[in-house]
Each structure stands twice: as C-alpha cells, then as structure tokens.
C-alpha cells in the first residue's frame, strides 16, 4: 500500500483542525489503497492549537504533530518535509491549508492523478471548474492573478496555471531531487 502525507501547517488554527482532521479521515477511509497519514505542523500557536492535536493524536492512529518556533509559512512547509519524508517515508507529499480554505474532498482526485503518472498536482483556481472564494477583497484578487502572471512569464511557462495555489501534491521523490 502506497503512502501519503498530508503536512498541515498551523497558526492559531485550534478550531479548525478540530473540523479538518475528522473531515480528511472520513474521506480517506474510502481509498484504502491509500495509507494517508497527517502531520500538523505548528508553530507555538497562541490559540493552543498543540493541544487540540494531541487530542487527535489521541483519537485517530494517523496523526503526528511536530512543534516548532514561528519563522514563517515557507520555514513550517521545509521542516514538515524534511521531518515527514526521513520518519513516515511517504511517496506522496500534500500541501494544504488548516483553515478549511482547501477542500478535502480533492484529495482522492490528487492521488488518481499521481497513480495515473503525474509527479506534480496543483489544486488549480484558475481552470475550468476552479474557482477563488467570492469573499476575497479585490486587492487579493489583483495579487493572486498578477502574481501568477509573473511566475509565468518569469518561468516562461504558461501549461501552469495557478503557481500560487497553496493545494498541491508531490511525489516525495521530486521533493529530494530539488533539494
Ligand atoms: N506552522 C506555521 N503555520 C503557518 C504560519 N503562517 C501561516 N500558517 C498556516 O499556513 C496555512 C496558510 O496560511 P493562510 O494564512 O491561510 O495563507 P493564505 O491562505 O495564503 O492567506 C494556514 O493553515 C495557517 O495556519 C507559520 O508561520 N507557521
Ligand atoms: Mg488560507
């Protein structure tokens, strides 16, 4: 059975896990030919987010929790990878946001596509069928698309279309190659 991890990177997301976690698991219950696992990566949260994980940790077998000081998003996702990939040893590696902003129900749809050969899945905004939330300000609309306007052109490669999506999968593989 191939594994996957799910690293989940928190700041005061206390609340959140607490609905994301159950909700995950109920749909990974369905593709068992999956062992998904979840990391949660916080950072001190001042909510006691911690907390709430250890509880999880408590309930549900697939539940590991790493704890460190707050240096940022980009500094969470590395130390999540560098600690799931040398002790759970995953094929896939997920990114997600903890506040209920990505929805789980995609996540068997990430994996088809892996199975199917990809090495790379985005959960795209802007393909047919994606969307952004209708409550984003204008201002992160304009940096959201201008954004990845700039990554496309900077990388001169326009088969991506959503180079800010914070939702994606990798095959763990990939994720030593570029490191
Ligand atoms: N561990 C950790 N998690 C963070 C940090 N900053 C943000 N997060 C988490 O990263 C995810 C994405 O952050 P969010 O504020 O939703 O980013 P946005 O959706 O791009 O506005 C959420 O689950 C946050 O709780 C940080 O410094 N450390
Ligand atoms: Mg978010």
């Given at each position: 059975?191939?594994?996957?991890?799910?690293?989940?990177?928190?700041?005061?997301?206390?609340?959140?896990?607490?609905?994301?976690?159950?909700?995950?698991?109920?749909?990974?219950?369905?593709?068992?030919?999956?062992?998904?696992?979840?990391?949660?990566?916080?950072?001190?949260?001042?909510?006691?987010?911690?907390?709430?994980?250890?509880?999880?940790?408590?309930?549900?077998?697939?539940?590991?929790?790493?704890?460190?000081?707050?240096?940022?998003?980009?500094?969470?996702?590395?130390?999540?990878?560098?600690?799931?990939?040398?002790?759970?040893?995953?094929?896939?590696?997920?990114?997600?946001?903890?506040?209920?902003?990505?929805?789980p129900k995609l996540i068997p749809?990430?994996?088809?596509?892996?199975?199917?050969?990809?090495?790379?899945?985005?959960?795209?905004?802007?393909?047919?069928?994606?969307?952004?939330?209708?409550?984003?300000?204008?201002?992160?609309?304009?940096?959201?698309?201008?954004?990845?306007?700039?990554?496309?052109?900077?990388?001169?490669?326009?088969?991506?279309?959503?180079?800010?999506?914070?939702?994606?999968?990798?095959?763990?593989?990939?994720?030593?190659?570029?490191?």
């Open positions: 059975m191939k594994k996957a991890l799910i690293v989940l990177p928190t700041y005061n997301e206390r609340e959140n896990i607490r609905v994301l976690v159950p909700q995950i698991n109920e749909i990974v219950e369905k593709i068992p030919h999956w062992d998904v696992q979840i990391l949660i990566v916080d950072d001190n949260s001042p909510d006691g987010t911690y907390k709430e994980a250890e509880l999880l940790k408590k309930k549900y077998k697939n539940i590991h929790l790493l704890k460190g000081k707050k240096e940022g998003l980009g500094k969470a996702y590395l130390r999540g990878f560098e600690y799931g990939l040398e002790h759970i040893k995953p094929y896939v590696v997920f990114e997600m946001d903890a506040d209920l902003q990505h929805n749809l990430f994996l088809k596509e892996i199975e199917q050969g990809a090495d790379f899945v985005i959960g795209s905004r802007y393909i047919k069928g994606g969307s952004i939330p209708k409550h984003w300000s204008i201002d992160r609309k304009f940096y959201s698309v201008v954004g990845n306007l700039v990554a496309s052109l900077g990388f001169m490669n326009f088969s991506v279309h959503d180079w800010t999506s914070g939702y994606r999968a990798q095959k763990g593989l990939v994720y030593k190659r570029c490191n």
